[in-house]
């Protein structure tokens, strides 16, 4: 069976009432990079911080993704940025994603499988979250970046009604 590429905490998951919030479900596991960047991309600003094993390739993957987001979004719409969550994304491994003694705020059944998830309702105040299985194939943790990202930027230019969430994302893995 074809392990899920990406869902959408804010649209496909139920959380549980005991859930915590993503930071304190990430205080036991070890990150050797912490890259903060704060940018503008394509006239939107992007306000990042990345704990993950991978370091400047998960952020030039970022940047790279949000360019191709942010000028389909312009193009389709013609909208303007309305939010700025900072965005935390978390590399990890995939056992660790796929544990839901990890992701404790997950109550998606214990056999499915993924290799990256964005949430911005249950992230801390004002911000949101991505969080990336950095023990896959290279190609695929890109898409599930691309995938992720497509989500992150349709929150952020407040497209709900206006532009599919999921079609932006799998979009963006294609390119």
Not at 148 to 153: A, C, P, T
């Amino acid at each position: 069976m074809r392990r899920v590429l990406a869902l959408v905490v804010s649209n496909l998951f139920l959380l549980s009432a005991h859930a915590g919030t993503h930071t304190e479900a990430m205080e036991n596991i070890e990150f050797s990079n912490i890259i903060e960047k704060s940018t503008k991309i394509e006239g939107a600003y992007l306000n990042l911080t990345y704990q993950g094993s991978l370091g400047d390739e998960i952020i030039d993957q970022i940047v790279v993704s949000s360019i191709h987001a942010i000028k389909i979004i312009r193009e389709e719409t013609g909208v303007t940025q309305c939010r700025r969550s900072r965005l935390n994304v978390y590399g990890m491994s995939y056992k660790e994603i796929n544990d839901r003694s990890v992701m404790s705020f997950l109550d998606i059944g214990s056999t499915l499988k993924i290799d990256g998830l964005y949430d911005r309702r249950y992230s801390e105040s004002n911000t949101a979250s991505i969080f990336i299985a950095e023990d896959i194939d290279r190609q695929l943790i890109k898409e599930t970046i691309a995938h992720e990202l497509g989500h992150y930027w349709h929150d952020m230019f407040c497209l709900e009604g206006v532009m599919d969430t999921e079609k932006l994302a799998v979009r963006l893995e294609k390119i």
